[in-house]
């Protein structure tokens, strides 16, 4: 009785810690207009005076000092909109940049100046909306999701989201003036009474002095992108607020030509076979509340959608691809559900892509929101079948047309940086053939910035073994991490994966195994004038994986690390990995170059340099040198130079070279990666990117231009060439063709707003 009393005391403090940390600061009350706005990019109205500039500090690169030039940041809302607005003077020895029109240029591009605004419309401390601005008054809007807390290489943003809203801007001598103007139909958010509470920071950003100017002030401690987290930013009240729910129907048509190249049926030659196509559909936008959403597809194409970056790939790890299609975007971190580093049960490119095939959707469904304390997410998609050539065996074969579904629901607990939920994923096709993995995942704001992570998930499926019992269809993943990049940090974590689990809409590394991973760190920020060093860090990390089957050890990782970001715009990042892994089938990077089932130790010095974007030429340069199993390795890049003559003209080159020796086997590999993107923006509307991929390893190329012209959100007209082709015609019997694959395509889409 006296241990189930302490057990009980012991959890009733716990909670009560819990409980106590999800306290909130007090809310800034934003005040609603009284006089109309004439939105002009002209900040003279009396409805900004009556609001007041908001008190903004530096953020870099001394933080908490005053701003080094005068920024005035206005806000406040009306029935429809809310305002944003900013009076930017450069009196002080900065000078006004822009190198972009392009609509949704990257977000961490410091090489344009910016007037900015997150809302966690949603107040969820995790996810937000970013609307941002240059002087050029481009658009540039993004999703922020998992408190923008980058992990590995993947950013903790999207910015190919898109929603409706505009911005004037006007620029004179020594004065930037900008108006942005975002409809209250384009957030998603919970009101009670007319009362909507919000997260919101707003920033300016000063490219010539890498200077970023916050309201509010917050620590910058909290890594990378400390200034975009949801769970710092202010909490705002809007009063009055009456949210309309329009309807947004957004018919396409397309139209054009497409030109393949097949062998024919005696197996002697490539012929070009052309397909004309004339196609049209249809995407509908539904708010069924403020806080809830319908999406709804018919024929969906996404022809629109810029081609991916090739990638020569010399690791044993699958490569991870960010998607980029609108309709999979609102709020897709509801969707997340990791069960490792980059694994995850739910990964959209799995629906509508096959092994670099397109597969047609016929159509489908999507609900988000958010319903007290509690988030909403259901969607299903119909894909058709499609023939495809298997890349391993290079035979026909044909996928099956599936359902593809997905539920997920997750609430609030403890404090209002903690969630519990869970979600379905389901794959079925017409031959009855099933994939089903169901789980719940946990995410605990213990104290301060430490979180726990706790992740269980399960596979059901037909026709698959139960050898060593129901435990090999599981998986689970637990972490334990400070989210802090100054004084001392860590993250441990922990998983196992069965045999059997098999998430078909997810992504994972590898098979049947279990891993710890442990690391250490200690940061260092400078907010002091004198130093040129603004933040540097060292860490070490370890990371083993065993074979479930004999709990071999597959794969070890011991990681020392230092990087080193500076106040003029340099960033840098020098690692020794030193590795071992133990193989158990034929790891082949090409024809020439394999390595066989063994037990390998190797070292590679890895290396990250980047130089500030704020100049007409700007550098990123990455590196590995050392051993590779069996041999030696050195990779240079990728490299990427980013030349900015004009607001109206941009390029990048990318190049990549690896070569890889193994003298005691006489095997030798090397290959050339090189991309050239160049970007004309004649305005904010219109716009032509031409851009160029060749893989020496794949002896293959692909180019892509598009031309856009964008008058409105909702309007898009495109007119896209893509062609893939082959560079050694000779390597295959028959003779490869040049062209491989050709089309030019012409879509045209128009968005009715009806409001309800």
Known sequence: MKKAATIFFILHIFCLHLILAGEEDEVFVIHKSADPIEFDGIVNEPAWASAGPL????YQPNHGNAPS????????YDQDYLYLAGKLYYNNGARIIATSKKRDILPMDR???????????????????CFQTTPAGIRCDFSVFNDAREQLEMMPFNESWNTYWDVKSTVGDSLWEVEIQIPFTSLRFQSTDGVVTMGMTVWRFISSKQERIIFPIMSNELGMFSYWRPSQAKKVVFEGVTRKNPVYVTPYVLGGIEQVSEINAQNTEYVMDSDPKLTGGLDLKYALTSNMTMDFTANTDFA??????????VSRFDLFFPEKRQFFLERSSLFDFKTGFNDQMFYSRRIGLFEGNIVPIYGGLRMIGRAGKWDVGVMDMQTAGIDYRDEDTDSLMYLEAANHGVARLRRQVFNPRSYLGGMVTSIADVNGQYNINAGFDGNININGNDYLNINYARTFENGTGTGGGDFNRDKFYISWLKRSDVGFGYEFNLSRKGKYHNPEMGFEWFEDYTSGFA???????NNGESANILKSM???????????????????FFT??????????????????????????TFEISDNMYFPPDKYFFSVNEGFLSTPANKFLSLMAQWSLGTYYDGAMATIGPLRFTARPSSSLQFGLDYTYNIIDVPKRNLHYQSHLARLKTEFTFTTRLSLLAFFQYSSDERFGINNVRLRYNPREGNDLYLVFNQSYNSDLTREIPYLPFNDRMSVLLKYTHTFIFNK
């Open 304 to 313: 629109q959608v810029e081609v991916d970056n090739q990638m020569i790939n």
């Open 111 to 129: 090489g344009n100046d910016y007037l900015g605004i997150l809302l966690d419309t949603f107040s969820d401390n995790e996810n937000a909306y």
């Open 55 to 58: 008190p903004v500090l530096m």
């Open 519 to 525: 690391e250490f760190r200690y940061g260092w920020v």
């Open 69 to 76: 030039e005068k920024t005035e940041i206005y806000i406040t």
């Open 560 to 585: 020392p690390g230092w990087s080193f970001t500076t106040k003029d715009g340099y960033f840098g990042l020098f690692m020794l990995m030193n590795r071992y892994e133990a193989t158990v089938d």
């Open 538 to 556: 060292l860490n070490c990390w370890t990371w083993i994986q065993k074979r479930n089957d004999g709990f071999q050890t597959d794969l070890a």
